[in-house]
């Protein structure tokens, strides 16, 4: 059998290139087309489509999945799914967690891609086991990074772990494009032997050599592949789905796209790029490679977001002594892998400890919180005398952080019972607050304005 594609144009393509922008309009485009063309799935929602469609779209994100699903009723799609944090920036309880699961499904979704920042595996639990409940394929995802505690064996651990925990299938996820072909190769080859799991991999060609690692990975046995469409492909991006049809066509590893379907789709969303090439909303910087992620391990998006901390600052000077600050922010922090939100935590400690030109002299509230423990156990020990400068003798939980979480699905759908019309509503409101609730009062203001009902 060839090797399987999950194509992630209409998601990590849109979110790694155009911030995220891609309308339902502009996807609906396509979306029929790719339904045909013979992928094993295609990851269309969750990651931070959710908060684009309420915050910047004025676009209700479970429309958004219930329009893809009908207008693709044969292939798979998928979603990417932040564990405890769902689809936003901090944990939410258990039952909140439970219910958006349970409504993913039910409003289209097959495969929920889970991880955690921290590969803290209690983070992934209740995501895991309400997938398994509501009868979705979960598929656990392992946050890829380069450290001393990041070894092979230390993936292969983890990837027991989370069969154990009933896992459908494991993805290797590497945010930052920083797994290198050889060590995918070894990494590939140990998972394939130590566990039962369909493998996927998932990187990014920000440091220019995601395709060869892709194809170490595919003789290595990898069962999956994650692709972009060619007009959001390359770059900050995954690597193009064409080339790799082209590239495997007639071996043992065909992926037998129909490479027609794909044409006509990629013309399409090529005049869609267009446009956000036109207004700037995609900048020539994310389609360029650039090898110095490799030397600093650091994502692409996090480049940015620092370049763009200092020039508000007009402390562009300071750039690469902050590039070297964040690997010892890094290690001080116990390794945490450089995925939302722990990229910009780490990131913007890093600014404060060359701007003020003393370590830890200012310090964010994220970072106080993850030293008290509230985002889960750090990979490796985090540094006491930092803990202890910034924390001095707080407690430090050990306990699961959702664990002192009380439920809170019914107390909001009771509060804002004149706003959310049905659960997704609720859901809305769970995660996003004020975002979700003032996208809500436009949404139903014209509908009550037609129907002359005051909310
Ligand atoms: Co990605």
Redesign the pocket.
Known sequence: MGVKIVD?ALR?GS??LIATRLTTDEILRVAPLLDKAGYYALEVWG?ATFDSCLRFLDEDPWERLRAIRKACPNVKLQM?FRGQNILGYHHYSDDVVEKFVEKSLANGIDIIRVFDALNDVRNLKSAVDACIKYHGHCQIALSYTTSPVHTVDYYVELAKKVEKMGAHSLCI???AGVLLPGDAYELISRLKKETKLPIEL???CTGGVCSMTYLKAIEAGVDII?TALTPLSGGT??PSTESFNYALKGTKYDPKLDQSKLDEASAILAKIKDKYLKNGTLKVKALQVNPNILRYQVPGGMLSNLMSQLDKQGAMDKYEEVLKEVPNVRKDMGYPPLVTPLSQMVGTQAVMNVMTGERYKMVPKEIKDYLHGLYGAAPAPVDEEVRKKIIGDDEVITYRPADKLEPSFEKLKKEYKKIAKCDEDVLSIALFENIAVDFLKRKYGLKAEEFNVTL
Do not use: A, E, I, V
């Open positions: 992630t990590d979110q790694s990651g990417l996820k590497d945010m998932h990187s990014h994650d991006s995954q």
